[in-house]
């Protein structure tokens, strides 16, 4: 079990905008460390999405962006694309684990 | 290009052992803590542990400490995982990360920002 939870999956129509949930408590978000999100598409290996809460590496679509609020972060898709359809985790630090912690996980479903 | 390559995955009996390898190229390897995260099959990521760029810090999760052993040679560019004592649980793709801090330690809000393709630890009698 992760101490940050994500819904299971979300879905949308191609061109609606989704919003992803990462909800933490007052060891890890609430704590104020940085969130990162990362994008797994169907067999592939996990790719950082989105780092220090708002940042996008190089090459991320600005239809990506994310924000971060008391225990909580998300992560917003505007113009959904076919392409989008694959899993997304978040990740922090919890200082009570005084450890990296991944998400649950949440599955992007293109209508 | 920046990559990174493992290897070493495969069959593993129960009370086993495995090493796994994860070769670098593409930047500079000496400036980089790394990582190690692993999936089970259908399932979601899992942190594992982190070694800083000299080897002189290592970090492990409670469910692998005292049975797995993050190394790193800097003259092969190479990160290390030695798993012993392996369990079903263990049975999963394990993937090395890059820390996307170039200071060569990894601090709580550092992310992982360049990913191996994953090698498949399967552990089954």
């Known amino acids: 079990q992760s101490v940050l939870t994500q819904p299971p999956s979300v879905s949308g129509a191609p061109g609606q905008r989704l919003t992803i949930s990462c909800t933490g408590g007052s060891s890890n978000i609430g704590a104020g460390y940085d969130v990162h999100w990362y994008q797994q598409l169907p067999g592939t290996a996990p790719k950082l999405l989105m780092f220090?809460?708002?940042d996008r590496p190089s090459g991320v679509p600005d239809r990506f962006s994310g924000s971060q609020s008391g225990t909580s972060a998300s992560l917003a898709i505007t113009g959904l694309q076919a392409e989008d359809e694959a899993d997304y985790y978040c990740?922090?630090?919890?200082?009570?684990?005084?450890?990296?912690?991944f998400g649950t996980g949440t599955k992007v479903i293109v209508l | 290009e920046v990559q990174l390559v493992e290897s070493g995955g495969g069959l593993v009996q129960p009370g086993g052992s495995l090493r796994l390898s994860c070769v670098a190229s593409g930047f500079s390897f000496n400036n980089h803590a790394m990582h190690w995260v692993r999936q089970a099959p259908g399932k979601g990521l899992e942190y594992v542990s982190a070694i800083s760029s000299d080897g002189g810090s290592t970090y492990y999760a409670e469910s692998v400490k005292g049975r797995f052993t993050i190394s790193r040679d800097s003259s092969k560019n190479t990160l290390y995982l030695q798993m012993g004592s392996l369990r079903a649980e263990d049975m999963a793709v394990y993937y090395c990360?890059?820390?996307?801090?170039?200071?060569?330690?990894?601090?709580?809000?550092?992310?992982?920002?360049?990913w191996g393709q994953g090698t498949m630890v399967t552990v089954s009698s």
């Open positions: 990740q922090t630090y919890d200082s009570s684990l005084s450890g990296y912690v």
């Open positions: 990360a890059r820390d996307d801090d170039s200071s060569g330690y990894y601090y709580n809000n550092d992310a992982f920002d360049i």
């Open positions: 220090h809460n708002s």
